[in-house]
């Protein structure tokens, strides 16, 4: 039975007002600070514990990822030849970035017919290759730096890290949100993407020097070490699906980046070597 409040009884006492807008508005604050502090402790963790993780975790990982990505892609000559250019700077993978147990590891292309421009190293030794990204290269070299490039991610542990603090962000946000059902999914899932691109910044430019190591290890210089992302930043505006630019840094900033390696280092700038046949004509291809 309800409580009637006898007549002109304040639903308040004075000892109990109610909460003023500048109150509601601290605790929101507060809370947000809270949830700040969630990420912030989430992403360190990631990058804390990736390097406590044995190999069977990340096995395991990739026996979950790994076909996802197969059952969308196209095995074909494009793949075999792909398959074919990463052996080769897999023989010369650094020891001082790669130790014994991943000098040992097979790495393997997965070619994606797909006109998304950009390529991802994943769990279980797989480099992800898009048609689109082919789709822009013009030399042999500058393929073989961004084959490089995703090797250097493996070295660094970045295909683990990024998962990794996805996980502990959306914990993270569970705990002070709750479960909202798909809201809160949806939430969840754009503070990992917004959180993994602002992380990814300093692991791309660590990739980005791996890959011009094993660039000029195979051909004996480093021509093509740019080449790719000079033509990013200048046709950004016209490629719907840049995707690569999401989660790495300005083309303008690597380029900067890897022109004084080059120059520090005392690396020679050759002619470039042909695109293989096979993969001019995957440049074609619908």
Not at 203 to 215: F, P
Request: aromatic share 6%; proline share 6%.
């Amino acid at each position: 039975m309800p409580i009637e409040l006898p007549p002109g009884t304040a639903a308040y006492s004075e000892n109990t007002p109610p909460a003023s807008n500048r109150q509601l508005l601290t605790l929101l604050l507060l809370f947000l600070l809270g949830l700040g502090i969630a990420i912030g402790i989430a992403a360190w963790l990631a990058s804390a514990i990736v390097w406590l993780l044995p190999p069977e975790v990340e096995r395991q990982l990739g026996q979950a990822i790994v076909p996802v990505y197969e059952a969308q892609a196209q095995p074909s000559a494009t793949q075999n030849t792909l398959n074919l250019l990463l052996d080769r700077l897999e023989a010369h993978l650094p020891e001082e970035n790669f130790p014994e147990e991943q000098q040992n590891r097979d790495y393997q292309v997965i070619y994606m017919p797909d006109e998304t421009v950009n390529a991802l190293a994943i769990p279980g030794d797989r480099i992800v290759i898009y048609q689109g990204l082919l789709t822009e290269a013009e030399s042999e070299n500058e393929l073989m730096m961004v084959l490089g490039h995703e090797l250097g991610h493996f070295a660094n542990r970045d295909h683990l890290r990024g998962l990794s603090r996805s996980l502990l962000v959306r914990l993270s946000v569970g705990a002070f949100l709750g479960d909202l059902g798909s809201l809160g999914a949806i939430a969840s899932n754009s503070i990992s993407s917004i959180s993994n691109a602002q992380f990814s910044q300093q692991q791309e430019k660590q990739a980005d020097e791996v890959g011009l190591i094993l660039l000029n290890k195979e051909y004996g210089h480093a021509a093509g070490a740019t080449d790719f992302f000079a033509r990013l930043k200048t046709r950004a505006s016209q490629l719907p699906t840049l995707d690569i630019l999401a989660s790495h840094p300005p083309s303008e900033a690597r380029i900067r980046q890897l022109e004084t390696l080059i120059k520090d280092r005392g690396y020679a700038v050759k002619e470039k070597t042909p695109l293989p046949q096979v993969i001019e004509q995957a440049k074609t291809e619908s």
